[in-house]
């Protein structure tokens, strides 16, 4: 049945949660396939079924899928593994020289995973004023119409809209499509049965054809 959170827990916005319930992280061992995962990585990197502490490096990053390391194009800079789970790793060794089973250190992890803290709740706003304020000083604010959306979605936003635009030769959607946009498409794909606002690139238009629109919301 539904309920106020969607049917099976999911909105047009994502699951409950989803950073939590999609992120990889050595945390997250709700669902079979997860555990899984680690009992693979376990047995590859331990074959004898006891883990070392010197091996925790390697299974994390086997678990993480040997990721690269190194600084992102948002400025950002992205680590093999988070430290901070090799360290709680470490902590269950109560020396150098002790090893670790699986179920054991599966058991560490769900119990770690129980005292994790519940996301906070959504600010509500009792005054038109302060929500006003807070969306003047909200940093996603400072982005221009042209970086949140790929067409104007206003008569007053066609004006000037392709001025000092510079798109690189075959790649027409140089920017990534913002979660308004797309929620905009769906809502004209609900109403119209396709999106009026869309526009195909010629990728999109060589995959559609392939596909048969399997896969790209036709």
């Known amino acids: 049945m539904g309920t106020a959170a969607g049917f099976f827990g999911l909105t047009y916005q994502g699951p409950v949660n989803g950073l939590a319930s999609n992120t990889l992280s050595i945390f997250n061992m709700d669902h079979p396939d997860d555990r899984a995962w680690l009992k693979l990585t376990f047995d590859f990197v331990a074959p004898d079924g006891k883990l070392k502490h010197d091996q925790i490096v390697e299974l994390l990053q086997f678990f993480y899928r040997q990721r690269a ?13 988070p430290q901070s789970e090799a360290a709680y790793m470490s902590s269950m060794f109560s020396g150098p020289d002790a090893t670790l089973g699986f179920h054991e250190l599966l058991s560490h992890l769900m119990e770690a995973q129980a005292n994790f803290a519940e996301p906070t709740a959504p600010v509500e706003y009792n005054s038109n004023s ?25 008569t007053s936003q066609e004006v000037g809209w392709a001025v ?11 920017l ?43």
């Open 164 to 174: 000092k635009q510079t798109a690189a030769s075959g790649r027409p959607f140089h």
């Open 130 to 154: 302060v929500f006003r304020n807070d969306l003047n000083k909200h940093t996603r604010k400072m982005l221009d119409p042209q970086q949140q959306f790929r067409k104007p979605l206003l």
């Open 69 to 81: 390391e190194g600084p992102t194009r948002s400025g950002s800079y992205l680590h093999s593994y």
């Open 176 to 218: 990534r499509t913002s979660a308004t946009t797309q929620f905009a498409d769906a809502a004209e794909k609900q109403a119209w049965g396709r999106s009026i606002g869309g526009e195909f690139s010629e990728f999109a238009t060589k995959q559609l054809i392939q596909f048969g629109g399997f896969g790209m919301g036709v």
